[in-house]
């Protein structure tokens, strides 16, 4: 029995009301993260999924993990399996400091706070700032983990569209200006501005300036989620926003991609009246982070050149994202585009507008591949005709095979549509789609 069956003859009805009165007001608009619900039918071996946003965890080598944390053991085995502070131990802040430092980020270690997974520390940002009803201005489409965040502390999300240089400023500016009209005043602007999750995107050095000028001109926070930075495939690396101007910049940042999801470790930095909140807020969720996973973090960092690593995970998911593309180009139909992401993991595919791929994703399950709907990563309902590509959790025989499939499912619907209107439909001559607005 799962969590979302009934129990009992009288079934779900008497279940609801028999709880019901006594749920939060917020239970109403809380949503499923749309990667959780695919997880059991994705988690089936003949299935290719590119529906996470799974790193490939099978190159970092069995041995150098039992390695590591046998000295783990060794040295610190009282400590590891200890509560730690809620801020984190310092060689673990002092860690963050040098990967950040990797991207050209000065930051004192005293202003990290480690958190548990970069998901915890979007929900930390909204549990300190987000009244019901408040405002988040972030990108259409934004990353699909944070659209049930924003929602179940009932925030107003503004959605502002995207092109291929990332969040359209002057689209940001009218939104503001609107919004000033109304009275209201958004809390943060949430951005990816590195390799977005889902649009594979990048924001454009001239663009994340003119955010910051207006972050600085109206006084607003802004959330720099940046969970991909150092996976760069191609082109020159951009300043993060941080080391542009970190006076109203809140820095989330993640080992999850770099080094394991498993070690469920995140970190924020902000701007010490932000922090101090911040860490209250933590200590009253969880108390602290994993100490064991801090230690092995500060071990695995300290025995050796880690960025060595990171490169080999940036050649191994280049050569991935290639081999979609190649595909892509191979077996979608002309109607279909997709965006050309210089790192990250994920790439964005817009399909005719008659096709709703929810409603698909049933017939690739079907066909034993999968993805993420594209309305999963907005609050109004929008991209309905979108969907999200990982390439970097399955190999490149399995990325070929899975487009494959997906391409046959998306042309059946194409000459279905074709032979019940006599229309090919809006053909885009499989050229990438500029940005990921759906």
Request: aromatic share 8%.
């Amino acid at each position: 029995m799962t969590i979302d069956e009934p129990r009992g003859p009288r079934g779900a009805a008497h279940e609801i009301e028999r709880y019901g009165a006594l749920f939060a007001r917020r239970t109403r608009v809380m949503k499923s993260s749309a990667m959780r619900d695919l997880m059991a039918l994705t988690a089936r071996e003949d299935v290719i999924s590119f529906a996470g946003g799974l790193p490939d965890t099978s190159t970092f080598a069995p041995g150098y993990m039992t390695e590591l944390m046998g000295r783990v053991a060794a040295h610190s085995a009282a400590r590891a399996l200890q509560y730690g502070p809620t801020e984190g131990i310092a060689d673990v802040r002092e860690t963050i400091a040098a990967v950040m430092a990797a991207e050209g980020m000065q930051v004192d270690p005293d202003l990290v706070l480690p958190t548990s997974g970069g998901q915890q520390a979007i929900d930390l940002i909204c549990k300190i700032l987000i009244d019901p009803g408040d405002v988040i201005v972030a990108e259409a489409p934004t990353y699909p983990g944070a659209v049930p965040t924003f929602c179940s502390y009932e925030a107003d999300v503004i959605q502002v569209a995207m092109d291929d240089q990332g969040m359209r400023i002057e689209a940001l500016r009218d939104a503001l200006a609107r919004l000033e009209r109304e009275g209201r005043r958004p809390k943060f602007i949430y951005t990816i501005p590195n390799f977005h999750n889902p649009a594979g995107v990048t924001m454009a050095l001239e663009r994340r300036r003119e955010l910051l000028q207006i972050a600085g001109e109206r006084e607003l926070l802004v959330v720099e989620d940046n969970p991909y930075g150092l996976l760069r495939y191609e082109g020159e690396a951009l300043p993060t926003l941080y080391s542009l101007d970190g006076d109203f910049v809140i820095y989330a940042g993640t080992f999850s991609k770099i080094l394991s999801p498993g070690v469920r470790i995140g970190w924020l930095v902000a701007p010490p009246p932000v922090l101090r909140q911040l860490v209250l807020a933590k200590g009253s969720a969880d108390l602290c982070s994993s100490s064991v996973s801090q230690y092995f973090i500060a071990e695995y960092f300290r025995s050796g050149p880690w960025l060595d690593y990171v490169r080999s995970l940036a050649d191994l998911y280049r050569g991935r994202r290639d081999v979609m593309l190649e595909s892509l180009a191979e077996h979608f139909p002309r109607e279909a585009s997709w965006t050309h992401p210089e790192g990250g993991l994920f790439l964005w595919s817009t399909l005719p507008d008659y096709i709703d791929t929810t409603d698909l994703l049933a017939r690739a399950i079907a066909a034993r591949v999968a993805f993420v709907p594209g309305r999963a990563a907005y609050v109004d309902g929008r991209g309905g005709s979108c969907m999200r590509l990982n390439f970097s959790g399955v190999g490149e025989q399995e990325i070929r095979d899975g487009v494959r499939r997906l391409g046959e499912v998306i042309s059946e619907q194409v000459a279905l549509y074709s032979t019940l209107t006599g229309q090919r439909g809006n053909g885009q001559n499989n050229r990438p789609r500029e940005g990921g607005t759906g």
